[in-house]
């Protein structure tokens, strides 16, 4: 697979998946919900959705990295970071910029502690915050992966690399059980947000990537070559989509710690990779179909965008403000102006940036 090669399918997923954080939010607007019921199994469809977006980021980053070292004999870590700002900080920080006007002109009571974690990308261990910077947690344990995994990735070789993936994917769940036994129950929410406890969602689809690309998986061994195999098996039927609501129920198994954080959220895990590898492998059956509608395709696209920019509308009914920010956070206007402004700011934003992007950070 060349480095120009499209992985059709991937958008579709992040389409799904930014479909899911934004009906979880949706389901605490006024009119539905008013934030204080809780419709059906909501909460769970965001945690869902993140945990996807996490497996796509590390499979597609390391195989851009393998395409990379295959194009050119190594990988850039300086260019992959210069990629990385062009892509994300434009809009990250013009969102950031709009909190801070929100903030002067009394429309919001965010602290500056709030600001200080979302702006250097620590939010995700903060477990007291803002709602207009909590979904922040997500990018910035993307953040942290983007800062980590690249040097690993350039300086341990493939085997090793490998063999650090699959140690994250061993040691997040102890760090998910040592958080729900042993932190206060005010912290209990970085059991799903700290980066050491999330660590195995990035990490599977690190490991997938190494699966996946022929020269790397004779580095990987045993556990590549089964692992391997069982993608043989798996992709050849769109029956694998099925693992896709099997994974889900596991979310609904929080409620009993040792069981979610030992064996749910690895499942999951593997159960997204497995239909992330179907997808981009096979879109001739009905779900692959779906995944690249056009329609579909541009959702995912927007994705990044739409999640940015729907905290300020989504789920806002907690929240102070005057009457005219009580009409744009009620269903449905608080979905469509999400959708609005997301389509702004990846027009108006990041697509200008990133045409501005040097030439030689693509080389």
């Known amino acids: 697979m ?32 008013g934030g204080t019921i809780p419709l059906g199994t909501a909460h769970a469809w965001g945690k869902v959705g993140v945990r996807v977006f996490f497996v796509i980021s590390g499979f597609l980053i390391t195989k851009l990295m393998f395409d990379e070292r295959q194009k050119h004999g190594d990988v850039s870590v300086k260019n992959f970071y210069v990629r990385r700002a062009y892509r994300i900080f434009p809009a990250f920080f013009a969102y950031i910029g709009f909190l801070i006007v929100l903030r002067v002109l009394g429309h919001s009571t965010i602290t500056n ?60 769940p102890i760090a998910r059980l040592l958080i729900v036994r042993m932190l206060p129950e005010h912290l209990d929410s970085l059991v799903w947000q700290a980066t050491p406890a999330v660590a195995d969602s990035l990490a599977t689809g690190c490991v997938l990537a190494f699966v996946r690309n022929d020269t790397a998986r004779a580095a990987t061994g045993v556990l590549g070559a089964l692992v391997h195999r069982v993608l043989g098996l798996t992709r050849s ?53 779906v995944l690249v509608n056009r329609v579909v395709e541009r959702i995912g696209v927007l994705s990044y965008s739409l999640y940015l920019w729907q905290q300020l509308f989504l789920r806002q009914s907690r929240l102070d403000g005057p ?40 080389r």
Request: glycine share 4%.
């Open 113 to 172: 502690n709030d600001l200080v974690h979302a702006a250097t990308y620590t939010t995700n261990f903060d477990a007291e915050r803002h709602w207009l910077v909590s979904h922040i947690w997500s990018l910035s344990v993307e953040e942290q992966f983007y800062l980590v995994w690249p040097l690993l990735f350039a300086w341990l070789g493939y085997k090793r690399a490998f063999l650090a993936a699959v140690a994250a994917c061993l040691l997040a």
């Open 237 to 289: 039927t769109p029956l694998t989509y099925l693992l896709f609501p099997a994974a889900f129920f596991t979310y609904l198994l929080e409620t009993r710690p040792t069981v979610w954080t030992l064996v749910g959220v690895s499942f999951s895990n593997v159960a997204f990779a497995l239909c992330i590898d179907r997808a981009v492998h096979d879109q001739s059956d009905i779900i692959g179909r």
């Open 323 to 362: 009457v005219w920010l009580q009409v744009v956070t009620s269903f449905p206007v608080s979905v469509i102006l999400a959708l609005v402004v997301g389509i702004l700011s990846y027009e108006l934003v990041e697509k200008p940036i990133l045409r501005r992007r040097p030439k030689w950070a693509d």
């Open 2 to 33: 060349t480095a120009s090669k499209r992985l059709y399918g991937l958008d579709g997923l992040r389409a799904i998946s930014i479909v899911m954080v934004m009906a979880s939010h949706a389901a605490g607007t006024r009119l539905l919900g």
